[in-house]
C-alpha cells in the first residue's frame, strides 16, 4: 500500500513494508517525483542489523529498529504491526503493539498552499499496565544524500541566538537539544538538511515551546536520517490504561532551490499559521527600558513619548519596571499592580500624543519578595527538602497547576481591561532548575506547563484579539512555531548592537518571516562587535523587520531627531513590502556588502537594503569600482530607482545593483520600481490604529 500526500508544488510518498510492521518513504520533492523507482530504497542485502535498520522507517519503535536509531523507546521494548490506514483531510497510518496494547497513529497533514507537511503521533494506551516512554519522538523523515550531508543550523547563546552554523558529516550522527523547559538560546529547533555538494534543501522544525531534541544520522545506506520531537525532560513520560497523549507536531519542508527556497517555504508558513494576523500593521514601536530600565517615573515616561512621537513612532512601550515593587531584579514579579496611582492618567497622556500603548510582562515569574510568593509559595516548582535556586533573583511558577494559569489569565484580563494597552511583550527570562511538584512525582512537568503557556496564549487571542504580543524570552529564547503561531512578533535577541544585529537577524530569516522580527534602534555598542556605526546604519538594519526604537531620545541631536523623522517615513512607505513581500538575503553579514532583498506580492516593487560591512575600496582617491548585489528578478524586465535611473532586469542580475560606500555612508534603501507600473504603487505603508 503506498500513500501520497499533495503539497503546493510538492508530494511527501510512504509505502508500508512487505512485512507490514513500519512505514517508509517512498519519495519526497516536486510533484511528480514519485513516478519512478524510489531513491530510497535498500537495494543490498542486510549483515549484523535488522531490516528496519536499513530501511527509509517513517517512525519504529526501539525494537523494530534497535541499531541505527528508533523514534520512540517505551521501557520493556515494543514491537508493532500495522493496524489500518485512513485518508480523509490528512493520513493517518495505525500501528499496533498486540502485547503491550499501545496503538500509535503516525498523522501526515499537509498546510495547505505551502510546501509544508506537518507530522504528529496519538499514542493510546489499551493494555493493563502503565507504559514508560523514555524517547518520545514526533517523526522520523530521510533525505536523499549521497555524497554525505550539509547540515545547517541555528545556535548560539544569550546575546547571539539565530548564528548560522554549518557542518559536513561524511558519516555518523550530530545531536541538538534543550532541557531548559523552552527552546533557549543555545540551539533553536529546527535544522536544514542538504546533500554534501548541495542542492535541493530538507528542512525540520519542532512546534514544541519545551524541551526538545533533533538528531540526524548518515546511516550505512547513505541516506540522511532526521528524528525530531520533545525531550521527555524530566522523564520518563508515562502513559496509564485506558489514556492517550499526542505528541507535538513536527514541521517539513522541501525546496529545489536551496536554502534561499527553503527560508520562502517557511515564511509562507509563518503566515499561514498567524491566519490574518500577519495582515495587521506592525505599528514603529519605541521601548523605554534602555533609557531608563528600572527608573520609571511618569513624567519622565511621558517626556520620552514626546519625542518619540514627533519622530513618527506609533507605539510607546514601557518594558520592566513600572510595577509594584520593582525598584531592581529582586522584588516585585507577581504583584502586577502599577507603582505610581496617576499610571491611568498617564497611559491617556501617551494616548493623547497619538500613540497606541504597550506594557512589558513576565507572568511565569515570581520574586521570593513578592505579595504572590508570601500568599502561594506552592505555586512555584520545587521539591520538597531542598533549596530553591534563584536565577536572575525569581522563581519560575508552576503552569501546570490549573489555579496558576487561572491567576495568570485573570492577572493579563484586568490589566488589558483596565487601560487601553494594545501591545503585550511578553517575556519569559528563567528556566525551571526544580523541575518538581510535591505530591505528583510522576506528572509530566514539561507537556503541563508548556499546556499552560499555550492555553493562556489562546485565551489573549480571543479575549484580547486587537492585542498585538510579542514574544520575549530573555532574548530569543523561545521563537517555536508554536509560539509564533499565537504571537505577532519575535523579540530575536536582547543584543541590539548593529554589526551583532545583523548576524543574528541573518540568522533568524533562514527560519521566519520579517513580519515577527522586531529590531530596535540603539546607542548601545555590540557585545563582538562594538565597532561603531552610523545611526542610518542602525536604522537600516532594524528596517529589514519590524522597525523599533530603543535609544535614549533626550541625548539625541535636534541632527539626529531630523535624520530619524525622515528613516521613520521612508520606512512607512516600504513597511508592506518588508512584511508581506518575498524576503531574501542576497549576500550575508560576512561579505564586504551585506544585502537583504524583498519584492512585493505583485512583482511590481524591489526594496534592498544594504550594508558596508567590510573595507572601503579606497575610492576616489585611488581607482576602485562599485560595490554590486546581485538581484533576484525577471531579466526580461526593466527597473527604475526613486532617483529615476534605470536598470534592466539583465543588468541587475547579472551585474548588480551598484553600491559606492563611504565613511559616512554606510547603509542604503533602494526602492526599485517596475517600469510600467503605477508610480505611487510602492508607497505601501497601512496606517496603524
Known amino acids: 500500500?503506498?500513500?501520497?500526500?499533495?503539497?503546493?508544488?510538492t508530494s511527501y510518498t510512504v509505502a508500508l513494508d512487505p512485512s507490514s510492521r513500519w512505514a517508509e518513504l517512498v519519495a519526497w520533492g516536486p510533484h511528480g517525483v514519485e513516478d519512478g523507482p524510489s531513491v530510497f530504497t535498500n537495494a543490498g542485502s542486510v549483515h549484523f542489523i535488522t531490516e528496519a535498520d536499513a530501511a527509509p522507517v517513517e517512525y519504529a519503535p526501539l525494537g523494530l529498529r534497535p541499531f541505527s536509531g528508533a523514534d520512540v523507546a517505551v521501557r520493556g521494548g515494543s514491537w508493532w504491526r500495522f493496524d489500518g490506514a485512513v485518508s480523509d483531510g490528512f493520513l493517518r497510518l495505525a500501528f499496533v503493539d498486540e502485547l503491550t496494547g499501545l496503538r500509535a497513529e503516525l498523522c501526515y497533514q499537509p498546510v495547505p498552499g505551502t510546501d509544508v507537511l506537518t507530522r504528529w503521533v496519538e499514542f493510546s494506551n489499551g493494555g493493563a499496565s502503565t507504559l514508560e516512554f523514555d524517547r518520545l519522538g514526533s517523526a522520523g523523515v530521510c533525505v536523499p544524500t549521497v555524497s554525505g550531508a550539509r547540515l545547517t543550523y541555528l545556535t548560539g547563546q544569550w546575546s547571539q541566538e539565530f548564528t548560522r552554523q554549518s557542518v559536513a558529516l561524511p558519516a555518523g550522527g550530530f545531536r541538538m537539544e534543550s532541557r531548559f523547559g523552552v527552546p533557549g538560546h543555545a540551539h533553536v529547533p529546527w535544522l536544514a538538511v542538504q546533500d554534501a555538494s548541495g542542492g535541493p534543501a530538507y528542512g525540520v522544525s519542532v512546534e514544541w515551546p519545551g524541551s526538545w531534541e533533533i538528531s540526524a544520522d548518515v546511516e550505512p545506506s547513505g541516506l540522511t536520517r532526521v528524528r525530531a520531537g520533545r525531550l521527555p525532560s524530566p522523564g520518563p513520560v508515562l502513559l496509564e490504561p485506558g489514556a492517550s497523549l499526542t505528541t507535538p507536531r513536527v514541521a517539513l519542508a522541501s525546496s529545489v532551490d536551496g536554502l534561499e527556497g527553503l527560508a520562502s517555504v517557511w515564511h509562507d508558513y509563518d503566515r499561514v499559521l498567524a491566519g490574518s494576523r500577519w495582515r495587521r500593521p506592525r505599528p514603529v514601536l519605541y521601548n523605554s527600558w534602555e533609557a531608563t530600565g528600572f527608573d520609571v517615573r511618569s513624567a519622565h515616561q511621558l517626556e520620552l513619548a514626546k519625542r518619540a512621537a514627533g519622530i513618527g513612532v506609533e507605539l510607546f512601550v514601557v518594558d520592566d519596571g513600572w510595577f509594584t515593587g520593582r525598584d531592581d531584579d529582586t522584588g516585585g514579579l507577581g504583584d502586577w499592580t502599577p507603582a505610581e496611582s496617576s499610571f491611568g492618567a498617564f497611559v491617556s497622556s501617551v494616548r493623547e500624543l497619538g500613540l497606541e500603548f504597550g506594557l512589558w510582562v513576565e507572568p511565569e515569574a515570581v520574586s521570593p519578595k513578592s505579595q504572590l510568593y508570601a500568599s502561594h509559595p506552592d505555586w512555584v516548582y520545587r521539591i520538597d527538602g531542598r533549596p530553591l535556586t534563584l536565577i536572575r533573583n525569581q522563581l519560575l511558577l508552576d503552569l501546570g497547576l490549573p489555579e496558576v494559569v487561572s491567576f495568570v489569565k485573570s492577572t493579563l484580563d484586568s490589566l488589558l481591561s483596565t487601560y487601553p494597552i494594545s501591545y503585550l511583550k511578553w517575556d519569559m527570562n528563567r528556566p525551571p532548575t526544580e523541575r518538581g511538584?510535591?505530591?505528583a512525582p510522576f506528572a509530566d512537568l514539561d507537556a503541563e506547563h508548556v499546556a499552560g503557556y499555550l492555553a493562556v496564549l489562546d485565551h489573549l487571542r480571543v479575549a484580547h484579539p486587537h492585542v498585538t504580543i510579542e514574544a520575549c524570552a530573555g532574548g530569543g529564547g523561545r521563537t517555536d512555531l508554536a509560539t509564533v503561531a499565537r504571537t505577532d512578533v519575535v523579540w530575536p535577541s536582547d543584543n541590539t548592537g548593529p554589526l551583532?544585529?545583523?548576524?543574528?537577524?541573518?540568522?533568524f530569516l533562514l527560519m521566519h518571516a520579517p513580519h515577527l522580527m522586531s529590531s530596535w534602534v540603539t546607542d548601545a555598542p555590540g557585545v563582538f562587535d562594538p565597532r561603531p556605526r552610523s545611526l542610518r546604519f542602525r536604522f537600516v538594519t532594524a528596517m529589514a523587520g519590524v522597525l523599533g526604537i530603543g535609544a535614549d531620545l533626550s541625548k539625541w541631536s535636534d541632527a539626529q531627531h531630523a535624520e530619524a523623522a525622515s528613516l521613520v517615513s521612508l520606512y512607512k512607505q516600504i513597511r508592506n513590502v518588508i512584511h508581506h513581500g518575498a524576503a531574501r538575503v542576497i549576500h550575508g553579514p560576512a561579505e564586504p556588502t551585506a544585502a537583504t532583498q524583498y519584492t512585493s506580492e505583485d512583482g511590481d516593487t524591489v526594496v534592498v537594503l544594504a550594508w558596508n560591512t567590510g573595507a572601503l575600496t579606497g575610492a576616489p582617491l585611488v581607482p576602485g569600482r562599485s560595490s554590486r548585489?546581485?538581484?533576484?528578478?525577471?531579466?526580461?524586465?526593466?527597473?527604475?530607482?526613486s532617483?529615476?535611473?534605470?536598470?534592466s532586469g539583465a543588468h541587475l542580475k547579472h551585474a548588480g545593483l551598484p553600491f559606492d560606500w563611504t565613511a559616512d555612508h554606510d547603509a542604503d534603501v533602494v526602492i526599485l520600481r517596475l517600469q510600467g507600473s503605477e508610480t505611487g504603487s510602492t508607497n505601501v505603508g497601512d496606517p496603524v490604529g
Not at 551583532?500 to 540568522?507: E, H, N
Not at 532617483?643 to 536598470?647: E, K, Q, W
Open 643 to 647: 532617483a529615476g535611473n534605470r536598470y
Open 437 to 439: 511538584r510535591p505530591g
Open 1 to 9: 500500500m503506498t500513500w501520497t500526500v499533495p503539497l503546493a508544488t
Open 629 to 641: 548585489v546581485r538581484l533576484s528578478v525577471d531579466p526580461d524586465s526593466s527597473y527604475v530607482d
Open 500 to 507: 551583532d544585529r545583523l548576524a543574528i537577524q541573518d540568522g
